[in-house]
């Protein structure tokens, strides 16, 4: 039950930046940029600090499967706040984090970047079909760095 004016005894609601449409957007079209400035044409998605698909974008002759491959390298990064490259590496590496590959919500293929504001993490980038891994997250931290200037 609320207490009188809307507040709750001894305990706070969060309040937490997230991932705006606007923002998502400009994160879409700055990936694709990248990729085409490259030659490579590739899907982009881009979820919110919950999970949740924002925006999605892909060019003509992407294979269907990668527009689930985008998302999921998103939700894997935002996930677990790291770059699905890296956590790629990890799992292959480390016996401790090998059954990460069991988590049917995450995808261990590079492409998906973790966006942060102020050291929060509020949404991730996820791309595929651009030529690879490497490729894939290389399109989307371009994408961060010229949005970041």
Known sequence: MLASGGAF????????KNMSLALAN????????????????AVVAVVDRGGRLVA????DNIGPHNTA???KKAFT???TKT??????????????????NTVDDLLLLGGGVPV??????????????????AIDEGCAITALETLKN
Not at 9 to 16: D, G, I, K, S, T
Not at 26 to 41: E, F, I, P, W, Y
């Open 56 to 59: 999605l974008q892909r060019d």
């Open 83 to 100: 770059a699905s490259r890296e956590l790629s590496g990890i799992a292959r590496n480390n016996p401790e984090s090998e059954n990460l």
């Open 9 to 16: 005894a001894n305990a706070e609601p969060l309040h937490q």
């Open 77 to 79: 990064s935002l996930s």
């Open 116 to 133: 942060q504001v102020g050291g929060e993490v509020i949404g991730a980038i996820g791309v595929a079909g651009a030529g690879g891994s």
């Open 69 to 71: 491959a985008a998302q």
């Open 26 to 41: 400009q994160l879409v079209d700055a990936t694709l940029q990248a990729c085409h400035a490259d030659g490579r044409s």
